[in-house]
């Protein structure tokens, strides 16, 4: 678990700009889900498959960046936890950021 701990603590820390590049890996796959229709109402924004899809992008960018060996270093399991505790936060960024962007003027 020590391996996994530092993995999160390197994207915690944005060591290398990772926790910002995931971000852009993700944005840019949640556009491309928009323009492909995936997310197109409130019922189908977290359908299984946009959630796959998305993990599948943070997937790409460990197993492409300098972090692809302590990342194949880690329990499929381990994994799958790292991929929704980042999921998680590029979500809770990404309404943070349109609640501000929407909200009314008060």
């Not at 491309?32 to 359908?47: R, S, V, Y």
Request: charged fraction near 25%; hydrophobic fraction near 40%.
């Amino acid at each position: 678990m020590a391996g996994n701990s530092e993995l999160m603590d390197v994207i915690r820390r944005n060591v290398d700009n990772h926790h910002a590049k995931l971000s852009d890996a993700l944005f840019r796959k949640w556009v491309q889900l928009q323009e492909e229709n995936k997310i197109g109402e409130k019922e189908t924004a977290f359908h299984l498959s946009t959630v796959i899809d998305l993990k599948t992008a943070i997937v790409d960018y460990f197993e492409g960046s300098n972090l692809g060996l302590s990342w194949g270093n880690t329990s499929e399991e381990d994994q799958n936890g790292i991929c929704s505790v980042l999921l998680m936060d590029f979500l809770i960024e990404l309404s943070l950021t349109l609640h501000k962007k929407f909200k009314p003027e008060q």
